[in-house]
């Protein structure tokens, strides 16, 4: 079955520090992966996505994540932490079982906080 | 519009009414998904139309959940006899492509969060 693991409940990190947000996938098939991010009473916003090509992909608001598939990890990067960054984060993976399908398969989030 | 809208934002019911929760999807979004959000927890997956076919129903529930898009537009999930383990955020989202390519983005609603007491 596929499944993704965010094993970190919370990050903590000091503003203009780097950041990173965990997450491990288990997928029979080729991955596709992605990041969501979720600010309070507002609505899952895109961050970025993995289908194929370049392992380090690009997203929105300066984040970037890299695929390794021999960890079968999708980290969240940042080089530069800002304290508006502070919000819940979530890695999904699209589901292969039932292949006309595009659902996402969640992670349980992890919540990230940037002090001042 | 600009984004996937749903309505109510919110909603509080007594346990054994029913209810209806809409989403209206990104103008021309050919897909649309369904998900249900418990606190503190990641979403997971109800159902899944392509235009007005409802292509996969496997997340529901039980026969209380059900899910409709006659125009292949805006979607209504109905709940009914609603029970307090329904109580939950409901969110929506769209793509653009038909679920069949497994990639495109879906862009999700600010959810709909439902009490029932």
């Known amino acids: 079955a596929q499944s993704v693991a965010q094993p970190e409940d919370q990050v903590n990190v000091a503003e203009g520090n780097p950041l990173t947000v965990k997450c491990t996938y288990s997928v029979s098939g080729n991955p596709y992966l992605f990041w969501y991010v979720q600010y309070p009473n507002r609505g899952l916003q895109f961050l970025l996505k993995y289908i194929t090509g370049d392992n380090l992909v690009k997203g929105s608001y300066g984040f970037e994540a890299e695929f390794n598939k021999s960890q079968t990890s999708f980290h969240l990067k940042k080089p530069s932490a800002l304290v508006s960054d502070s919000a819940l984060y979530f890695c999904a993976v699209r589901d292969e079982e039932g292949s006309n399908t595009g659902k996402l398969i969640f992670g349980q989030g992890t919540t990230l906080q940037v002090k001042p | 519009g600009a984004g996937v809208s749903q309505s109510p934002r919110y909603k509080v019911t007594k346990r054994g009414q029913d209810v209806a929760l809409r989403c209206d999807p990104i103008?021309?979004?050919?897909?649309l998904y369904w998900y249900r959000q418990a606190l503190g927890q990641g979403p997971e997956f109800l159902t899944y139309?392509?235009?007005?076919?409802?292509?996969?129903k496997s997340g529901l529930p039980n026969d209380r959940f059900s899910a409709e898009r006659p125009e292949g537009s805006i979607s209504t999930l109905t709940i009914q006899r609603t029970e307090q383990r329904d109580s939950a955020m409901y969110r929506c989202a769209s793509s653009a492509l038909p679920g069949l390519a497994g990639t495109d983005t879906q862009y999700f609603g600010p959810g709909t969060r439902l009490t029932v007491l």
């Open positions: 103008s021309g979004h050919v897909s």
């Open positions: 139309f392509n235009y007005e076919a409802q292509q996969d």
